[in-house]
C-alpha cells in the first residue's frame, strides 16, 4: 500500500466499491481475455435506447445546447417529469418539487445527505439494493435492516418496520419492485407503512427506478397516496424505464425544502445533468411510450422461463418475482451439496469455471442467494442457465 492510502479520509473507509460493478469488471477482463462469459451481472436493459430520444439528443447538439443548465434541470424537464408522473400515478407535483440528477442513484446519495445526520437511524428492508447501505453510512447514519419473508416472495410488512423503529429512525428506503428480490409491494400495506411512518413523523424514500416494470399488477406510486406528500419522497430514474442507463438522468420529487437541499448540494458537486440528456429526457417523457411496452412484454417472456428454469436445478429454490428485471434464487441447498460456504464464493467458482457472471447474495444482505438479472438475451438466459445447471451437478469439465 503506498503512502498516499493512509492520506485517505475516515468517511471514505465507511463505504466500499459497489459489489455489482466489481463482478461486471471481472467479467469484463475475462471476457477481454477472450473468454466466453455468459454476463448476468449487469443491471441495465439489453435495449437500444429509443430512437426518438437519440435523434432528440442529437437535435439539442446541432441547436448548440452544450452549456451549463439551470443546477436544479432546465425547466423542460422538470415539468415533463412532473406531468408524467401526474398521467402515470396521479400525482401533482410542480417544477419547485422536482430536481433533475445526474442518474438515480445520484439523487439516492443526495437525499441521504440532506436527510440524515450523524447518529440517526434508516430502515432498509432485506434483501437491498447494494448502495444503500453506503450511501447511509456515508451520511455517518445507521442502517437498520429489516428481514423480508421469502416464502411470501420476498415480501415487506409495516409490522415488521414497526418493530424496527425507535425514537431515533429518521428514514425509510423502500425500493418497489426490488432489486435484486424482484418483490413487489402491495399497495395495502405500502399504505400501511406511510401511515405508520406519517404517525411518527419518519419519512420514506420510494426508489422507483424499477416502477413501470411489473407482472400482473399495475405500477402505482406512494406519492400518490392521500395526504403523503409531506411523508414520502420521489427518487426516480430514467435509466431501466427508457433503457438509458449511459445517459444519466434521474430526477427527486420532494417537498421544497428537500428539493432545495438537493440543489445546494448539486450546485457544488455536478452543476447541473448533462444538457443534451436532458433534451433526451424530455422526448423520453413526452414522446411515445410504446418501447417502454414493448420491453415489458419481452422481459415478461423471458421471466416465465427464467423462473421455471433455473426451479430445474437441484437444490435450487426460486420465488416468482413480480416486477423488475431480475431474479434472485435460493441456492442453499446446492451450495451444501457443493461444499461452498459463501455467495462470493458460489459467484466466483461460476465465473471461473462455468463462466458466468452474476451477483452474490451477500452484496444484498443474504447469504444464500444469487441475483440472475435476465435484462440479456434469451440465448444468453439459455446458455447461462445451462452452465449454471452443469456446475451444480458437477457436469462441467475442468477449465483452465
Ligand atoms: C434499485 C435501484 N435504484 C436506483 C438505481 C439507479 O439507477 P441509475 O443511477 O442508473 O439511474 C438502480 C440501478 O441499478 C437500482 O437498481
Known amino acids: 500500500m503506498s503512502a498516499i492510502s493512509n492520506q485517505l479520509s475516515e468517511r471514505l473507509s465507511t463505504i466500499s466499491v459497489s459489489s455489482t460493478v466489481k463482478v461486471s469488471s471481472e467479467a469484463g477482463r475475462l471476457k477481454r481475455e477472450g473468454v466466453d462469459v455468459v454476463d448476468f451481472g449487469a443491471g441495465e436493459p439489453d435495449f437500444p435506447t429509443p430512437d426518438n430520444i437519440k435523434r432528440a439528443a442529437v437535435a439539442a447538439l446541432d441547436a448548440n445546447f452544450t452549456k451549463y443548465t439551470d443546477t436544479s434541470g432546465i425547466v423542460d424537464l422538470k415539468k415533463a417529469i412532473c406531468e408524467r408522473h401526474a398521467k402515470d400515478y396521479g400525482t ?55 428481514q423480508s419473508d421469502e416464502q411470501a416472495g420476498f415480501a415487506i410488512s409495516a409490522a415488521a418496520i414497526e418493530k424496527a423503529m425507535t425514537p431515533k429512525t429518521k428514514l425509510i428506503l423502500i425500493n418497489s419492485p426490488s432489486n435484486p428480490s424482484g418483490n413487489v409491494l402491495g399497495r395495502e400495506e405500502f399504505e400501511r407503512i406511510c401511515k405508520l411512518a406519517k404517525s411518527r413523523g419518519v419519512l420514506i424514500m420510494t ?12 405500477p402505482y406510486s406512494a406519492a400518490a397516496f392521500e395526504g403523503m406528500k409531506e411523508t414520502v419522497i420521489v427518487a426516480g430514474s430514467l435509466s431501466k424505464t427508457y433503457a438509458m442507463t449511459g ?43 410504446e418501447a417502454v411496452g414493448e420491453m415489458l412484454a419481452e422481459y415478461a417472456r423471458r421471466r416465465e422461463y427464467i423462473v421455471n428454469r433455473v426451479r430445474q436445478i437441484p437444490g435450487v429454490t426460486c420465488q416468482e418475482p413480480m416486477g423488475a428485471f431480475y431474479i434472485y434464487p435460493n441456492f442453499g441447498q446446492a451450495m451444501k451439496n457443493l461444499g461452498i460456504e459463501s455467495t462470493l464464493e458460489l459467484a466466483t467458482q461460476l465465473l471461473t469455471k462455468a463462466h458466468v457472471a452474476l451477483v452474490p447474495g451477500e452484496a444484498f444482505g443474504t447469504d444464500s442467494h444469487v441475483r440472475i438479472s435476465y435484462a440479456t438475451s434469451m440465448h444468453e438466459i439459455e446458455r447461462g442457465l445451462q452452465r449454471i445447471d452443469d456446475f451444480v451437478q458437477g457436469k462441467l469439465s475442468p477449465k483452465p
Open 92 to 146: 401533482s407535483y410542480t417544477p419547485a418539487e422536482c430536481v433533475v440528477t445526474v442518474g438515480g442513484k445520484h439523487v439516492i446519495f443526495e437525499l441521504t445527505q440532506v436527510l440524515l445526520n450523524p447518529g440517526d437511524e434508516c430502515i432498509i428492508p432485506v434483501p437491498f439494493w447494494v448502495t444503500y447501505q453506503d450511501v447511509v453510512n456515508y451520511a455517518g447514519a445507521k442502517c437498520v435492516f429489516v
Open 207 to 218: 426508489d422507483e427506478c424499477y416502477c413501470r416494470f411489473v407482472y400482473g399488477s399495475e
Open 247 to 289: 445517459w444519466r438522468i434521474g430526477f427527486g420529487l420532494a417537498p421544497k425544502a428537500v428539493i432545495d437541499g438537493i440543489v445546494k448540494l448539486q450546485s457544488h458537486m455536478t452543476s447541473n445533468p448533462t444538457s443534451i440528456a436532458q433534451k433526451a429526457a424530455v422526448e423520453a417523457l413526452n414522446g411515445p411510450q
